[in-house]
């Protein structure tokens, strides 16, 4: 279960980007980004993250994952497109040869701050 170590490192990044003048902030929303590819399951990431953020500022923060299509290139024949399906195979000319585009994010886009009133 990797998620537990992604949820681990999201409570990192998101603790250390809280200003220094701000400690009693309360981490409110993080956005994230998961493209379909990185094998992040989003229910267990959810589990993992309102497990590893008790104690920290980001208790009882509400973790928003945004899933990314997959979107691949075909190096033959330049063709783009969307995989909705686990089929890698140019729909054109039926090469195999492509470049996997977007689907392997996991970016965090934001962190909502509250004040501490
Ligand atoms: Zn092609």
């Given at each position: 279960?990797?998620?537990?170590?992604?949820?681990?490192?999201?409570?990192?990044?998101?603790?250390?980007?809280?200003?220094?003048?701000?400690?009693?902030a309360?981490?409110?929303?993080?956005?994230?980004?998961v493209?379909?590819l990185?094998?992040?399951?989003?229910?267990?990431?959810?589990?993992?993250?309102d497990?590893?953020?008790?104690?920290?500022?980001?208790?009882?923060?509400?973790?928003?994952?945004?899933?990314?299509?997959?979107?691949?290139?075909?190096?033959?024949?330049?063709?783009?497109?969307?995989v909705?399906?686990p089929?890698?195979?140019?729909?054109?000319?039926?090469?195999?040869?492509?470049?996997?585009?977007?689907?392997?994010?996991?970016?965090?886009?934001?962190?909502?701050?509250?004040?501490e009133?």
């Open positions: 279960m990797h998620e537990m170590g992604i949820a681990m490192q999201i409570v990192e990044i998101a603790t250390a980007s809280i200003p220094a003048d701000m400690q009693c309360r981490v409110q929303r993080v956005n994230l980004k493209g379909k990185s094998a992040i399951v989003a229910d267990s990431l959810r589990f993992c993250f497990l590893v953020v008790k104690e920290t500022p980001l208790e009882g923060a509400e973790l928003v994952i945004e899933e990314l299509p997959v979107v691949v290139r075909c190096k033959a024949c330049e063709n783009q497109w969307t909705t399906e089929v890698f195979v140019c729909p054109v000319c039926k090469s195999g040869d492509i470049d996997i585009l977007s689907g392997l994010e996991l970016d965090i886009t934001s962190i909502e701050i509250e004040d009133d």
